[in-house]
């Protein structure tokens, strides 16, 4: 006996086997008697991100300056200055090609936040490199964001039958002027006007568009510049309606003086519901530096307006950019994974054209918020739905 009264022979190492089984044997007791939480693999790839609709504000009709407010598409969040900025889809004709600056504030409780005004302060015309107006029908603004260098990336899908090409420009926030375009590879652009081989469809190239680092900070390190298309290329579009459409997914690093084309990816749209006349992605938001992102996907046919909100992973995703077709078979590279984060036709609201989206301000507990924008199609007698969400991740 020991001190304690107790035979220590149990901790005698045998022999043969030495004190190891013993050791062994209390650990996997101590184990298993532990709960422990099972993840499956995919859950490892995304973030635990929630979203939560607080409140809708309905922008009405108006006209602002000489120009028609509507056929909003994208927002981007200029934090140091607490403004909006959201593109008009307008292709020059119920004003020139421009983005808004709005200002917008929020009150309600902590645990209700809401809108509390909103208000057009400005608009701003895009002007070409020549400092004029875009001509009519040369442009179709889409997506927008506000790079670290206080500049403005915006996308247009351009306009086919008008010989008009998609680009990526960089502008200038405060005159509305092109600095320059990234570089586009071919298999982007129409080949042929009248009956194209190869590039975007029309009216269904870059919608989405975002960019990492802070926004407005004025900073020149390089940052990466993420753009998509909404719905397949021509050379990739499949018929068969059992198939997801690809869309093309482009990954851009931008220093100080020149630009990067890093990777392109396949981002397989959901399968379009039966009756549909337009599908596809038009949105995207960078959410952390680890390759995650929110998307919107919008769908509208006979069944209605159908919009859901994804969360992106891209690691592991092939890189697409040497194959020629993403038509048929692809089940040789791997995707863009997505995750559903929010489908809108469980929430109380009956959402429109969503076409938008951005980080907002802080909400008064410090969480978060998403901002949300539709786009009215400029029909006079539907207002333009500006959302209000919490982000938690």
Request: glycine residues 8%.
């Amino acid at each position: 006996m020991d001190g304690w009264g107790l035979s220590m022979d149990w901790m005698r190492p045998n022999r043969r086997w030495g004190l190891w089984p013993m050791l062994a044997a209390v650990l996997m007791v101590a184990l298993t008697s532990c709960a422990i939480p099972q993840l499956k693999a995919e859950d490892r790839l995304f973030l635990p991100v929630v979203v939560d609709l607080l409140d809708v504000y309905n922008l009405p009709p108006q006209e602002f300056q000489g120009t028609t407010v509507g056929g909003l598409s994208a927002l981007t969040y200029d934090r140091p200055r607490n403004l909006l900025y959201a593109l008009s889809d307008d292709r020059s004709r119920f004003g020139p090609a421009r983005f808004y600056t709005l200002a917008v504030t929020l009150g309600g409780s902590a645990s209700q936040p809401r809108f509390d005004t909103v208000s057009i302060e400005r608009f701003t015309p895009l002007l070409d490199a020549d400092g004029n107006p875009y001509p009519s029908g040369s442009v179709d603004p889409e997506g927008i964001a506000l790079s670290p260098r206080d500049t403005l990336y915006i996308t247009s899908e351009g306009d086919v039958q008008q010989n008009a090409p998609p680009f990526i420009g960089e502008f200038d926030r405060q005159t509305g002027q092109v600095i320059s375009t990234l570089r586009l590879p071919e298999r982007f652009l129409p080949d042929n006007p009248d009956s194209p081989t190869r590039g975007a469809q029309n009216n269904l190239s870059f919608e989405a568009l975002t960019v990492t680092g802070s926004p407005g900070a004025g900073m020149v390190e390089p940052f990466r510049l993420f753009a998509a298309t909404e719905s397949a290329l021509v050379q990739d579009y499949d018929d068969d309606p059992s198939q997801p459409l690809n869309s093309r997914f482009l990954h851009y690093l931008i220093g100080d003086d020149q630009s990067t084309l890093i990777a392109e990816h396949r981002y397989p749209l959901e399968l379009e519901p039966s009756g549909a006349v337009v599908n596809g992605l038009t949105a995207l938001l960078s959410i952390d530096s680890g390759g995650h992102f929110l998307a919107l996907e919008r769908a509208f046919g006979l069944r209605g307006l159908q919009v859901k909100l994804f969360q992106l992973a891209t690691g592991g995703a092939t890189d697409t950019s040497t194959i020629a077709s993403l038509r048929g078979d692809v089940s040789g590279t791997a995707p863009i994974r997505k995750q559903l984060v929010l489908d809108f036709a469980d929430t109380p609201l009956a959402v429109d054209n969503l076409e938008g989206m951005t980080l907002g301000p802080r909400l008064p507990d410090g969480s978060q918020s998403l901002l949300m924008v539709s786009d009215n199609n400029f029909e006079g007698d539907r207002a333009t739905q500006l959302l209000l969400l919490r982000l938690q991740m």
